[in-house]
């Protein structure tokens, strides 16, 4: 029985589920493939429709794991991830089926892969004064504060990225140490030690742009309103990741009556091209030993990328 693992990497955008859906398909007489998320945003069942995730129709055609999986009032570390997809992982594998782990959340794969820096348990308390000074002082204030101590983690997070912001401050709180300098200095662990197939699409910009500004579209005529709308009647913490989803923001400032409907759909599209635009930088730096499938066309694409997999899984590199 084969162990072998499949990453599909790409931008927001980039087609990856349909890829995912069809190779899956392809690997049918040698096992099937399972689709496994790999992104940060699609495993809270609230957000749905701003997250992209694939349709009923399409976790018919294929098993579809670890999306909509955790209520938007918890966080999802990447630790907590990594021992999701394991778990899923081996469970594929017992099986018979190949784990097509796909997202957009570069981290995700390279935990997968190298393991997690060891980093000292943060008590609780340490991260709810953080939380509750970073509500006293404000974001920017904040974020101030923690680019005079950790200039470098603060640099690397950015301003907007709260949790991950409120994560520095509170190992730097903790144990006087930077997490970049924990990280610099402790070995790594978890790190999944079996054959793996990379792939990573990165279409043209301007077409992932494209298709950006339309699913926007799509999603605002749809029903992404109703879901926002559900989703700030929770009322929770807004430092919560959930709370920062692309889409969220710009649509909470609409329905708020800040922003007219139209101000608000461009501020969206361009927090997506954004973040598609990091995603990118993510691939081209980090993942220059996959296979990176570049074609434009769908169907020159998909022949690439199944006769790659294909020529692996025959000469049983994985």
Known sequence: MHKGVILLAGPTASGKSAVAIALAQ??????????????SMQVYEELEIITAQPSPAEKKQVPHKLYGVLSGAERCSVAR????AVAEIEAAHKLGQWPILVGGTGLYFKVLQ????????????????MAAHFAAIGADAFYAELA???????????????????????????????LGTWQAEASREGGLDLPMIRLALLPPRDQVYARCDARLEEMFAGGAQAEVRALLALDLDPTLPIMKAVGVPEISQFQAGLMERETALAAAQQSTRRYAKRQMTWIRNQ????????????????????????????TEKV
Request: net charge negative; proline share 3%.
């Open 148 to 178: 005079g101590r950790d200039p470098e983690g603060a640099a690397k997070v950015g301003a907007t990225d709260t949790q991950r912001v409120l994560r520095l401050a509170a190992v730097l709180a903790s144990t006087g140490k930077t």
């Open 114 to 129: 190298e393991g997690i820096a060891e980093v000292p348990q943060i008590p609780q308390s340490v991260t709810d004064d």
């Open 26 to 39: 392809q690997l049918e007489g040698v096992g099937g493939g399972v689709i496994i998320n790999a992104d």
């Open 81 to 84: 991830w990594r021992d999701m």
């Open 287 to 314: 993942m220059k030993d996959w296979n990176i499938v570049t074609e434009q066309d769908s169907e020159r694409k998909l022949a690439e990328i199944f006769a790659f997999v294909r020529h692996s899984v025959l």
